[in-house]
């Protein structure tokens, strides 16, 4: 029974306007103590016991007043206890609110996307980025320096494959640049999405979930940025060596084309 039914059946028209907004329980409470209260008030202004007649019984005015009294006290607990329940009940509201989570996570993005720049790292072909490979392709293919009877084809396969290490790496900068400026047009939606979520987050595990996100987003940027600039550097860095290495083979290239110091005689 809805506590409007209620309200109808227990007071009268003018008590119905003064506590419809209220519970039913809480209406019960309050009225009969706003109805007790004048009563008490009544009962006490007796200043001598009713004398009975033939058919009167007698009345004990401290006694009833007493009940009364009492029985305002009891409403006024119940009163007390309906508003302590409705409080937990609040609060059991908010922390369930605060304890929600947040329908919506960018991390299987995110984590695809540093995966495909790992991966084009990875086939990074002539000298690479690992520790090891690196240090054997570079000492063959930049020798320290050059015998006097190097043989011209050999030198010339040397800097073809320099060359190629120098392309080889430049293509690869561009192609991760390529990947990088691709993940930008999509890290755009998810930051519009998380700032949203952030916006309209009820409670703060949601509101604190949505923030991490963020971050991770953010650094994701910044491990996009050293990616490229790692490529954009052993780009750079193979180019610098190959030019270092070409005046190189050109002083072994001239003393080959001198040959030895003695004078041609017939």
Not at 21 to 43: E, H, K, N, Q
Not at 147 to 160: F, H, I, K, M, N
Not at 182 to 193: E, H, I, R, Y
Not at 236 to 264: C, I, M, P, V
Request: charged letters at 15%; aromatic letters at 4%; zero cysteines.
């Amino acid at each position: 029974m809805s506590s409007h039914v209620m309200n109808s059946h227990v007071f009268p028209s003018g008590l119905r306007h003064r506590f419809g907004g209220l519970p039913a329980s809480r209406i019960r409470a309050d009225a009969l103590t706003r109805i007790l209260l004048p009563v008490i008030a009544v009962v006490t202004t007796l200043g001598a016991p009713i004398t009975a007649g033939a058919q009167i019984a007698v009345i004990d005015n401290a006694n009833l007043v007493q009940n009364v009294v009492q029985a305002a006290r009891e409403l006024q607990q119940i009163n007390n206890q309906i508003q302590s329940l409705q409080n937990e009940a609040l609060m059991l509201q908010n922390e369930a609110r605060n304890l929600a989570h947040l329908n919506f996570s960018s991390l299987t993005g995110i984590t695809n996307d540093l995966q495909r720049i790992g991966s084009l790292m990875n086939q990074a072909q002539g000298i690479g980025f690992n520790v090891q490979s690196v240090e054997a392709a570079y000492s063959q293919n930049y020798p320290r320096q050059y015998g006097s009877g190097t043989p011209v084809p050999q030198l010339v396969a040397g800097a073809e494959a320099r060359w190629q290490d120098a392309r080889d790496a430049f293509r690869q900068t561009m192609t991760v640049q390529s990947r990088i400026a691709q993940t930008v047009q999509s890290d755009t939606g998810k930051l519009a999405a998380l700032v949203n979520a952030s916006q309209s987050a009820a409670g703060t595990l949601q509101a604190s979930q949505a923030t991490n996100q963020l971050l991770a987003l953010s650094i994701k940027q910044q491990m996009q940025a050293e990616t490229l600039m790692a490529a954009e550097d052993r780009a750079q860095a193979l180019t610098g060596a190959n030019d270092t290495e070409a005046k190189a083979e050109g002083r072994a290239a001239f003393k080959n084309f001198l040959g030895s110091s003695t004078a041609y005689s017939p």
